[in-house]
């Protein structure tokens, strides 16, 4: 026999699930594995009920990873719940796990003594000693853009049980988050293939403040120290998550200094290319109106196309937010025109504090980046119990500003005319503040006939970040001229729609039938229009013309297309005017149905009102939820609405008042004397401690006298003895008390105990109650007893 660890694969999917146990295997499966993760597929398992209790989360719940973003990824059980070893791999979606590249993203160990990376699997994540546990957490670092979905796959191991599923609770499937624009890269691209210089506009919202992040605010010292940072080559990295930081990214982050890491930059020579520099914000926040949001210049080109900054959350341990490696040139070989980032902070893993204010406590040794979660200490400002993810303290805007043409001859004419053209191309006046969506394909044009109307696009406001600063261009027009119109002379001859096709020359049989229009606007020259103003076709009416055919009339107009866009269908109608003369069914048809298409389907966005307030939470105390509204104000015409009219968020309100639970009482027990007087106790216990103002718990003791018989002197020699002894003690003291001059009360009664269980104390007095002349001192004294109590355990 030997130690193995035991690997499970459901074969009836083509992704697997791995566990590993110390459990004991027949020793010819032991042996160093032949392949990666190889034991995975010859393993076979079968899935066992019950695993709703425990659960795999990603912190904030996301349902899109972003490229190269770290992720704190929970494996946890529901009390009473509890696992003893466990298993974490993330695949790419489609892929069986048999090789290195089947597996999306790497994982970063948090508590060594917790969690190890699998022997026979490297890609896999395990636990570090088998033993009882209810949560484990590791970061996952997103694999680069363009992976495709990926699923996060836990199994559990419970005693010998297994538990693992392809599906729920212990499966996490996201897919890669789309750029909002479209444009730049999520990672560095490994070569940039746009040519010449851009020039680019940062500006720096920041969103640090008292009303976004009320916990532990620091109201008097909160700031943002001097930003610092630079457009770069790839060959240069000012900081990235899972790097340690250098000293000048240690000055900024714990001093808000940025002289080191300045001089840091300037070294690199010519894998930098503009050092970017931003002032102090004291305080970290004010309106727009009051302080203009800080902003600055760089340039990039083909081998200095990244851009990294970073900035001091002060005062913090070693808190900071930035951009690393951010790369402005796009797939298409050109420039990205704008970028909106938000951000969350990061630790710099030179302080050990977990408030804004904690002291100096550095690192030894020193730890990697990484970026703050919900869930890193109750203490800290950004703490959630429930995992959510950290509303976002910056926002960050790139604008393109400008860019100077390489120098390449144009191959000809052509050429020449589409770089004028790009040049000539209007500028975008749309406030920076204002991020809108792309616009919407043109509506049809508002005129039904050749006559002039106008038609519309849309677009939607996606984020106002400055509320003083208006956005206007939500909706945009442009003349057009309806159908009918010649191309040749639409601008010179007018003409109304067709009328209605006269009946039928002919009751049965072909014949022929015409419309007509007429000249809405003659030539401005006074030239006849040669436009046609009538139209003819051949008609056939009951095509057979026997005496025994029904006559019908004619076809009527088609009606309307059944869609206002896109496939639909459309009807005529025609009526039997005289059914046969023999009294038979006419076989004439009198309904015909033929498709019809509109113009191409398009959504335009939707005009909605601003959201209402939110409304009172659900409950008076505890965990409960609260919603809130918009309303549709755009026209019905121009489609179904498909944003969302109305959110539910969960609230939290102090915690409800929990009363003292307590058991049934015991039965009595049995009397404490086997003759003359004794007492009986029964008890019971705390189930649960009174909390958060609650009802304080009753008594757990109560006690009863008992008398099960009287005494006689054959009672068992102890207790003759112990009886003796009493009366003569205290005929004792009555001849004391008569010689010694002094008159004494009776002995008081016995006090409470001082401990309901494990070991008390009791106690009696007797006082003079008539002292004579000649009565000594010490003879009159008070006199004091005490004996044990309550004596069994609790």
């Known amino acids: 026999q030997t130690l193995d660890p035991l690997i499970i694969r459901r074969s009836s999917t083509n992704q697997c699930a791995i566990l590993q146990e110390q459990v004991h295997i027949p020793s010819e499966r032991a042996g160093k594995s032949d392949g990666y993760c190889s034991r995975i597929l010859r393993a076979q398992g079968t899935r066992n009920e019950g695993y709703n209790e425990f659960r795999l989360r990603v912190e904030g719940d996301p349902e899109n990873y972003q490229p190269g973003s770290t992720y704190r990824v929970t494996l946890y059980a529901s009390s009473p719940a509890y696992f003893r070893g466990f298993t974490l791999i993330a695949l790419k979606e489609g892929r069986e796990g048999d090789k290195e590249e089947d597996y999306a993203g790497n994982f970063q160990i948090i508590d060594e003594e917790d969690t190890q990376f699998m022997i026979n699997c490297p890609s896999a994540v395990t636990e570090s000693t088998p033993r009882r546990r209810t949560r484990i957490h590791v970061f996952w670092t997103a694999p680069p853009s363009a992976s495709g979905c990926v699923t996060l796959k836990a199994s559990i191991v419970q005693k010998r049980i297994i538990y693992f599923q392809d599906e729920g609770s212990l499966t996490k499937r996201m897919c890669e988050k789309e750029s909002l624009y479209g444009e730049t890269t999520e990672k560095p691209l490994l070569d940039c293939c746009a040519c010449g210089t851009a020039k680019y506009r940062v500006t720096f919202y920041g969103n640090w403040s008292e009303k ?79 302080r203009a949001a800080p902003s600055a210049e760089f340039s990039v080109d083909r081998t200095r196309h990244l851009m990294s900054f970073l900035t001091m959350l002060g005062p913090s341990p070693d808190w900071n937010v930035g951009l690393s490696a951010e790369d402005l040139c796009t797939k298409e070989c050109g420039w990205a025109q704008r970028v909106v980032q938000d951000m969350i902070p990061w630790d710099a893993g030179t302080d050990n504090g977990v408030t804004y204010e904690s002291p100096n406590k550095p690192t030894v040794p020193q730890e990697k980046i990484r970026p703050l979660t919900s869930l890193d ?11 959510g993810a950290i509303t976002p303290i910056l926002f960050l805007c790139h604008f393109f ?17 589409a770089d004028i053209a790009q040049e000539e191309k209007e500028e975008d006046d749309t406030p920076e503040t204002c991020i809108y969506s792309n ?50 002379e639409g601008s010179t001859c007018t003409m109304s729609e067709w009328i209605t096709w006269s009946p039928c020359s002919m009751s049965c049989g072909m014949g022929l039938r015409s419309r007509e229009r007429y000249v809405k606007q003659f030539p401005d020259d006074g030239s006849v229009c040669t436009l046609p103003t009538e139209e003819n076709e051949k008609c056939i009416v009951n095509e057979e013309c026997t005496p025994n055919s029904c006559l019908v009339t004619e076809w009527g107009e088609w009606d309307s297309c059944s869609a206002t866009c896109g496939l639909g269908m459309k009807r005529r109608e025609r009526m039997v005017k005289m059914p046969p003369p023999d009294g038979s069914i006419c076989g ?10 509109m113009p191409e389907c398009h959504t335009i966005p939707c005009m909605l009102s601003p959201w209402s307030d939110w409304s009172d939470c659900s409950v008076t105390c505890g965990k409960g939820m609260r919603t809130r509204q918009r309303v549709l104000k755009s026209p019905v015409e121009l489609g179904e609405c498909i944003e969302d009219l109305e959110q539910v968020e969960k609230c939290m309100l102090p915690e409800c008042p929990t009363d003292c639970m307590v058991s049934e009482w015991t039965e009595w027990s049995e009397c404490n004397k086997s003759c003359g007087k004794g007492h009986m106790i029964r008890t019971r216990i705390v189930k649960l401690e009174p909390q958060f103002g609650g009802d304080s718990c009753p008594e757990t003791v109560q006690r009863k006298k008992c008398k099960i018989r009287k005494c006689n002197r054959d009672d068992g020699q102890g207790q003759v003895n112990s009886d003796e002894k009493k009366r003569r003690k205290e005929a004792r003291e009555k001849r004391r008390s008569k010689q010694g001059g002094c008159k004494m009360r009776p002995w008081s009664s016995w006090t409470d105990c001082t401990k309901l269980c494990g070991g008390g104390i009791q106690e009696r007095l007797m006082t003079a109650k008539k002292r004579l002349k000649s009565a000594q001192l010490p003879s009159c004294k008070d006199r004091k007893e005490i004996r044990a109590c309550n004596v069994y355990p609790c």
């Open 212 to 290: 976004v992040h009320p916990k532990d605010y620091p109201r008097r010292a909160n700031h943002w120290s001097a930003i610092i940072g630079a457009s770069h080559s790839k060959n240069y990295v000012l900081w990235e998550y899972g790097g340690y930081a250098s000293e000048g990214i240690k000055k900024v982050a714990e001093l808000g200094s940025p002289v080191s890491m300045e001089e840091e930059i300037r070294q690199k020579g010519d894998d930098v290319l503009t050092v970017i520099k931003m002032k102090a914000q004291w305080p970290a926040w004010q309106p727009l109106n009051v």
């Open 377 to 387: 200490h109750p203490q800290s400002p950004f703490y959630d119990p429930e995992g």
């Open 401 to 417: 500003r400008s860019f100077e043409q390489c120098n390449v001859v144009p191959d000809n004419v052509d050429d020449i005319v």
């Open 439 to 488: 616009w919407s394909p043109w509506s049809a044009c508002s005129s039904a006939t050749c006559d002039k109307g106008k038609r519309m696009r849309q677009r939607m406001l996606k984020a106002q970040l400055d509320l003083s600063v208006p956005c206007p261009h939500t909706q945009d027009f442009e003349p057009c001229m309806g159908p009918g119109c010649s191309d040749e």
């Open 588 to 597: 004439a048809e009198v309904l015909e149905v033929e498709k019809c298409m």
